[in-house]
C-alpha cells in the first residue's frame, strides 16, 4: 500500500464534517487542502476529530483574489493579453510585492495548520497545459509573461535587449535559450524563498513540488521554454515531485503515465506522486467505474510515494466510485 493515500477538495462551501468522515470512511489518510480552508479553522478541528493527518497545497501563481485587488500584476502572456483564462488567473512571476503577500499569507496558514506535506502547485510561468496536446505544434503555445517588469529583468540579467512590438516573437526566434534559462531561475527562486519559509514554520512537513506533465524532449523543450520549470532543479528543494500526469486530460494512456513518472524518478533521484482522475475533464468522453477502478489499481501497484486523488467534489455524488476508491484505500 502506498504510504500517502490523498484526495483534493476545492469548494470550501463543502461541510466539513462531512468531508472528514468521509475521507476517513473511504481510506484517505491525508487530504490535500488549499488556503481557502484556512481562513477558519473547521476544516483543521474537523480532520483533527478523524485523526486524519493534512496535506497543504499552494497554488503559488494562481491567485485570482490577489489579482481583483492588482490587477497590474497579470501575466501577459505572448499574445499581448492578460493571463486569465476559465479559472486559471496567472499573476506575473517576478512581482516581489505579490511574493512578500503569498509568504504573508503562507504565516497565517500555518500558523493554524500543521500539515503532513506542503506541496508548491503553479510554481511555473503561465501555460494553460491542461488544453495542449502532446503532440501538437509547440510554436502555438501561448505563454507568460512578457509584461514590462518581466522584460526589463531578463535584458539586466542577461545583457539583451528585446523588442518591444514584439517581444514573443523576438524571444523565441533570436534568445530563446538565455530566456528560457532565465524563466526557470526565477522560478527556483521563488521556490527557494517559500521553502526555507516553510521549513522554519513547519519543520516537520515533507516538501513537494507539483510539475507539467511534460519531458524536456516533448512540445520542444516547452517544460523550459514556455513553463519555466527546471524539474531536476525543483526536485533538489524537495522531498517529492508530483507531475501532473492526468492520462484523460491529455489523451494518453497508462503506458504513457508510467514512463513519464519513471522518467521523472530517473531524472531527479526522487520519489513521485501518481495523480488519478475521477470523472472526464476539458476532453469529449467520461470515465467510467471500471477505468477508474483500473487506475487506482495501476497506482496502487506502482512505486509511487503518494496518490493524489481528483478529486472530492466528484466523488461525492458517484457513491460506486466512492465505493471503489474505498475497496483500494481502506486498510
Known amino acids: ?158 545583457g539583451e535587449t528585446i523588442d518591444r512590438k514584439d517581444p514573443a516573437t523576438h524571444l523565441h526566434r533570436q534568445l530563446l535559450q538565455p530566456w528560457a534559462d532565465w524563466k526557470c531561475r526565477r522560478i527556483l527562486e521563488v521556490a527557494e524563498r517559500l521553502l526555507a519559509e516553510i521549513r522554519t514554520l513547519a519543520p516537520g512537513a515533507a516538501l513537494a513540488v507539483q510539475t507539467v506533465p511534460w519531458r524536456e524532449s516533448d512540445l520542444d523543450g516547452a517544460i523550459r521554454t514556455r513553463a519555466g520549470q527546471d524539474v531536476p532543479g525543483l526536485a533538489r528543494l524537495a522531498a517529492m515531485v508530483a507531475p501532473m500526469a492526468f492520462t484523460q486530460i491529455l489523451g494518453q494512456t497508462a503506458r504513457w503515465k508510467e514512463q513519464l513518472l519513471a522518467h521523472v524518478r530517473a531524472s531527479t533521484g526522487k520519489p513521485v506522486c501518481f495523480y488519478v482522475q475521477a470523472e472526464a475533464l476539458y476532453r469529449d468522453g467520461t470515465i467510467t467505474a471500471e477505468q477508474f477502478d483500473a487506475e487506482l489499481t495501476h497506482a496502487r501497484h506502482s512505486d509511487a510515494a503518494a496518490i493524489m486523488v481528483f478529486h472530492y467534489e466528484q466523488l461525492a455524488v458517484r457513491p460506486d466510485k466512492a465505493e471503489i476508491l474505498r475497496k483500494h484505500f481502506r486498510p
Open 1 to 158: 500500500m502506498t504510504s500517502i493515500r490523498s484526495m483534493m477538495v476545492f469548494d470550501t462551501s463543502v461541510d466539513t464534517g462531512t468531508f472528514a468522515r468521509s475521507c476517513k470512511e473511504w481510506g484517505v489518510d491525508m487530504p490535500s487542502l488549499h488556503p481557502g480552508f484556512l481562513e477558519d479553522d473547521r476544516m483543521a478541528r474537523a480532520l483533527d476529530a478523524q485523526g486524519l493527518r493534512s496535506w497543504l497545497n499552494l497554488p503559488v501563481f494562481c491567485d485570482p483574489k490577489y489579482l481583483e485587488r492588482h490587477p497590474d500584476a497579470y501575466v501577459i502572456t505572448s499574445l499581448g493579453r492578460r493571463a486569465a483564462e476559465d479559472w486559471l488567473h496567472f499573476v506575473c512571476p517576478s512581482r516581489d510585492d505579490y511574493l512578500d503577500s503569498a509568504i504573508a499569507g503562507l504565516r497565517r496558514h500555518l500558523a493554524r495548520l500543521s500539515p503532513a506535506v506542503v506541496s508548491l502547485d503553479f510554481i511555473r510561468h503561465f501555460v494553460f497545459w491542461e488544453r495542449i496536446a502532446l503532440d501538437g505544434p509547440s510554436a502555438g503555445i501561448e505563454d507568460g509573461c512578457y509584461c514590462p517588469v518581466c522584460l526589463s529583468r531578463f535584458e539586466q540579467d542577461c
